[in-house]
């Protein structure tokens, strides 16, 4: 029997030897299981946080987005409203007082040119040349050519009717204010 004590006294000794260090092992893990789903909580509300910053950045983006386009509508809509007044004010502006116009018509047109055609009467080929190099020097107004002229004769004399051609060239926003053809001297 006293073998028998002795393996019951061992198997209680292994057994409360067990519980004491599965206690201990147990109690550390507790409080770092504690840390570990605080960490958790932590990353859960980062990750939230998180995905609330980027759909604020993908709206905001979006909003960005939306005005550029409008801008660029607004943008085109304007080059087309006053590509019109620009090439009229600065034609005037370039018509020296001695050669008058005829006809000006366009003659193709594009998103951001416009051909047209000037035709009219100057007295000499000095006037013409000179309405030829002020349409050249306009900030509206480019290529410039001449496609042919005529010596007629008109109520004051002889005088050279002209065929010019010219394209806009991109307007920058509203025309300046018209001034007079004096004033232009």
């Known amino acids: 029997m006293a073998l028998l004590d002795l393996w019951v006294g061992g198997s209680a000794l292994a057994i409360v030897a067990s519980v004491g260090l599965g206690t201990y092992l147990i109690l550390p893990l507790r409080t770092e299981m504690a840390a570990v789903e605080s960490a958790l909580r932590v990353a859960v509300a980062d990750s939230v946080s998180a995905a609330a910053v980027a759909l604020t950045a993908r709206t905001v983006e ?3 987005d939306s005005i550029a386009a409008r801008v660029a509508l607004i943008r085109r809509i304007d080059d087309d409203r006053y590509r019109w007044p620009r090439i009229l004010s600065q034609v005037a502006n370039a018509l020296p007082s001695d050669v008058w116009l005829t006809h000006l018509s366009q003659v193709d047109a ?3 040119t416009t051909r047209f055609q ?4 100057a007295p000499d080929n000095l006037a013409l040349t000179r309405f030829w190099d002020a ?3 306009a900030t509206a107004i480019g290529g410039v050519s001449l ?6 004769e008109t109520s004051s004399g002889r005088g050279h009717l002209f065929v010019l051609q010219a394209d806009s060239q991109s307007p920058g926003g509203p025309p300046p204010a018209a001034r007079t053809h004096e004033e232009g001297r």
Do not use: D, N, Q, W
Request: aromatic share 0%.
């Open 62 to 64: 979006a909003r960005r």
């Open 110 to 112: 594009s998103k951001r």
């Open 118 to 121: 000037i035709e009219g009467v």
């Open 135 to 137: 349409l050249e020097s």
């Open 147 to 152: 496609l042919g002229t005529e010596v007629v």
